[in-house]
């Protein structure tokens, strides 16, 4: 059974950048597609981004240029990176695997991101 | 691209059946049979509960149902237990190689 764990700060100054990690145990990050998620506090969910193991992504269009997803098969994880934040990135960060074109059929617990001076 | 269209809330006595509506466009719902279900208790990550419309993974509780027709897809809950008072997001692949996920709706167990 695979499972995920999101790590990085809970506290992110406006106008910095946001940096999160998910760590892949139990199954292999390789052969696999994988998303980040987020869902402001009371909000609904949002698709982020996904990576492919070999490096490939692609991005939700609302999040422009400020948002780059890598991986390192090596170290089992895929990261997240998005700058110039304010206070509505404010949300909880998921990652999942993303059985690509389909679905996500695991997640991790999530990991809030507060935007604040 | 816009969020799929759900019901704020839903609700219904123990036993009975409930059904979630999703409406998205052509290029997302209409397009392809990748519509997924998931389940969120407060505090919670979203658990899958249907994948590509219809199917369920292992362990989902058979009382979880999909379907889909022209833009819009729906979840059925039969037999309304307790344990089914969560939040529900449908999800669906598009056009462009991204996904979009609904609103979401709260089901109440009366």
Known sequence: ?117 | QSALTQPASVSGSPGQSITISCTGTSSDVGRYNHVSWYEQHPGKAPNLIIYDVINRPSGVSNRFSGSKSGNTASLTISGLQAEDEADYYCCAYTTIDTYVFGTGTRVTVL
């Open chain 1, 1 to 117: 059974q695979v499972q995920l764990q999101e790590s990085g700060p809970g506290l992110v100054k406006p106008s910095e950048s946001l940096s999160l990690t998910c760590t892949v145990s139990g199954g292999s990050i390789s052969s696999y597609y994988w998303s980040w998620m987020r869902q402001p506090p009371g909000e609904g969910l949002e698709w982020i981004g996904y990576i492919h193991y070999t490096g490939s992504t692609n991005y939700n269009p609302s999040f422009k240029n400020r948002v780059t997803i890598s991986v390192d098969t090596s170290k089992h994880h895929f990261s997240l990176n998005l700058s110039s934040v304010t206070a509505a990135d404010t949300a909880v960060y998921y990652c999942a695997r993303d059985r690509w074109g389909g679905y996500f059929d695991s997640w991790g617990r999530g990991t809030l991101v507060t935007v604040s001076s």
